[in-house]
C-alpha cells in the first residue's frame, strides 16, 4: 500500500510502501479515492499544532473512497471521511487504505464526485457554523466577507445569500476583486461603509483591522481563518467604543454541529446549489499540493487522487 509519510516537521512529505490495515471492531477500512489537501494539514506538519500524531505519520484530516471493510458499512458504499483524530492525533488520509474510526465516516450521494466529496466538509461546514451557530445570521442582514475568493469564503457568500443576507467582499486591492464570481460585488477600504451587520473573516493578518471599519457599533465579527497572517495588531479604544464581538470559530469544538449540518450541505453540492472549485494531485505529488496551497491567491482545494 502506498502512502505519504512525514519524518520530521517541516520536511517534505515522502511517498513510501507500507503494510495494508486489517479490519478491527469499531473500525472501517476505505479505499481512498481523494484526500484533501488543507491548511490544517500545513499547520500539523510543521509542528505548530496544538496537537500531532507520533512521527513519522501520514496526513490528511479528509478524504473519500469506498469501503472494505466493516462492521457497520457495507462494502463497496461510497463514504466521507473526517474527524476523530485523523491526521492531528493518529494517521490521517494521505495513503491508498485508510483504517478510520467508524465515527469519521458519512455517507457520499452518488451525485457528489469523489474529489468533491474529500472537499466538501471543512469549508462548508466551517461558513455554515460561522454563519449560523457563531454568528447567528438573521435575514436580511447585511454581510461582509473577508477572503470571499477562497474556499470558506466562497461558501460563506453563497449561504448567507441562500438565508436571505445582502452580502459583499472585501478586497484589499483589484488583483483579489478579480478572483471574485462575476455576481459578487466587491468593495476596498477607501470605500468601506460601515454598514456590515456580520464580518466573516478568513484571512486574518493586517487585513482584519480594516474589514472591521466596515461593520457597525454592536456588530459581531466571526475569525474563521489566518491565511493572510497569524498575527494582528488591533486599536482596542477603536475597538471597545465601537462595541465589535470578536468570535473565533473552533471547529474541533463545534464538529458535531458540523457533521449535523453535512448531509444539508451534501445535498445542496448535488443539486448545484453550492459550489466549491477542487484541484486535483496524483498522490505522488503532495508537497507539490502543500506549496500550491500556500501560494496567495491559489483557488479552490486541493486534492491528492489515488
Do not use: K
Not at 464538529?255 to 446549489?273: K, N, T
Not at 506549496?291 to 482545494?301: D, P
Request: charge should be neutral; glycine fraction near 10%; hydrophobic fraction near 45%.
Amino acid at each position: 500500500m502506498r502512502a505519504v509519510r512525514v519524518h520530521g516537521w517541516g520536511e517534505p512529505p515522502r511517498l513510501e510502501d507500507l503494510p495494508e490495515p486489517t479490519a478491527a471492531p469499531g473500525r472501517t477500512i476505505v479505499r481512498m479515492r481523494a484526500a484533501t489537501v488543507g491548511h490544517i494539514d500545513r499547520t500539523v506538519w510543521s509542528g505548530a499544532f496544538l496537537r500531532h500524531p507520533p512521527l513519522p505519520y501520514v496526513p490528511g484530516v479528509e478524504a473519500a473512497g469506498e469501503v472494505v471493510a466493516s462492521s457497520r458499512f457495507a462494502a463497496g458504499e461510497r463514504v466521507w471521511l473526517r474527524g476523530a483524530g485523523l491526521g492531528t492525533v493518529r494517521d490521517g488520509t494521505w495513503r491508498e487504505l485508510i483504517d478510520a474510526p467508524d465515527a469519521a465516516i458519512g455517507l457520499l450521494p452518488p451525485q457528489v464526485s469523489m474529489a468533491l466529496g474529500s472537499a466538501f466538509f471543512s469549508p462548508c461546514t466551517s461558513a455554515w457554523v460561522a454563519l449560523h451557530d457563531v454568528g447567528r445570521l438573521q435575514q436580511g442582514e447585511r454581510v461582509l466577507v473577508n477572503g470571499a475568493s477562497g474556499a470558506v469564503g466562497s461558501i460563506a457568500v453563497q449561504l448567507a445569500r441562500d438565508a436571505g443576507a445582502e452580502v459583499r467582499a472585501f478586497c484589499v486591492d483589484a488583483g483579489a476583486a478579480a478572483r471574485l464570481p462575476q455576481d459578487v460585488e466587491a468593495v476596498f477600504a477607501d470605500e468601506l461603509e460601515v454598514d456590515a451587520d456580520l464580518l466573516i473573516d478568513t484571512v486574518g493578518g493586517d487585513t482584519l483591522p480594516r474589514a472591521l471599519r466596515g461593520v457597525v457599533p454592536g456588530g459581531r465579527a466571526v475569525l474563521v481563518g489566518y491565511a493572510g497572517g497569524t498575527n494582528v495588531q488591533l486599536d482596542l479604544p477603536e475597538l471597545l467604543q465601537r462595541d465589535i464581538a470578536l468570535l473565533p470559530l473552533n471547529m474541533f469544538r463545534r464538529e458535531a454541529v458540523g457533521r449535523a449540518a453535512a448531509p444539508a450541505l451534501l445535498e445542496r453540492l448535488a443539486q448545484g446549489r453550492l459550489r466549491l472549485a477542487v484541484q486535483e494531485f496524483p498522490l505522488a505529488d503532495a508537497a507539490r499540493a502543500m506549496e500550491w496551497i500556500a501560494q496567495r491567491g491559489h483557488h479552490g482545494r486541493a486534492v491528492l487522487t489515488s
